[in-house]
């Protein structure tokens, strides 16, 4: 892989906000038009596959936005600030990986939405990528996500009751994982 170029925080900063802008747009047009939720993941349908494009744009309420929305930013933020991490090519795996991952193995007869899968990826991808790179300032960013976030993700990848999407946060930890080692294992020829 090429040589990453340097970025500033303030270059982190605006690619998480350019980000972010839709999640938040679309979030509040969903509380104008809930309808819009349809074009969520819906496993196994072919309709379906849509969802994983749209699903990460689309929240049930308002604290659901919000709880995804602010881990979401300071993930971002870390992630496009280090170019060592292949920041856009890390994001769209993770959110594809996951959401096709949420296709394949989420519950039935029901539409998975939120950004929580991308969350997910994105904490095992910066404390896995943290062990791999062997870099100091890696190592510390993936042990402050995991004690930030790490006792969450256990919790947040197992059946559970309601409406939360467990299968959806185990796709992200999986694929944040296997992009990890897709990234930085030093072992691949």
């Not at 929580?116 to 870099?135: C, N």
């Not at 402050?144 to 999407?165: C, D, H, R």
């Not at 694929?175 to 294992?185: E, K, T």
Request: with cysteine.
């Amino acid at each position: 892989m090429a040589t990453p170029r340097t970025r500033t925080f303030g270059d982190a900063l605006e690619a998480t906000a350019y980000m972010l802008a839709p999640v938040l747009l679309l979030g509040v047009l969903g509380r104008i038009e809930p309808g819009i939720n349809q074009f969520g993941i819906r496993p196994r349908e072919w309709f379906g596959l849509i969802g994983v494009l749209c699903s990460p744009f689309l929240h049930t309420n308002m604290a659901h936005l919000a709880a995804n929305a602010v881990p979401l930013f300071v993930l971002l933020v870390l992630l496009f600030w280090d170019p060592h991490y292949y920041p856009r090519r890390t994001l769209l795996l993770i959110w594809f990986a996951s959401g096709l991952g949420t296709w394949l193995i989420g519950r039935g007869g029901v539409v998975h939405i939120g950004a929580s899968s991308i969350v997910y990826g994105l904490i095992a991808y910066l404390v896995f990528a943290g062990i791999l790179m062997k870099r100091f300032d890696s190592m510390l960013i993936g042990v402050a996500v995991f004690l930030m976030y790490g006792g969450g993700i256990f919790a947040g990848v197992v059946p559970q009751g309601g409406n939360v999407s467990w299968e959806g946060h185990l796709c992200g930890a999986i694929a944040g994982v296997w992009v990890a080692f897709n990234n930085h294992d030093k072992k691949r020829p």
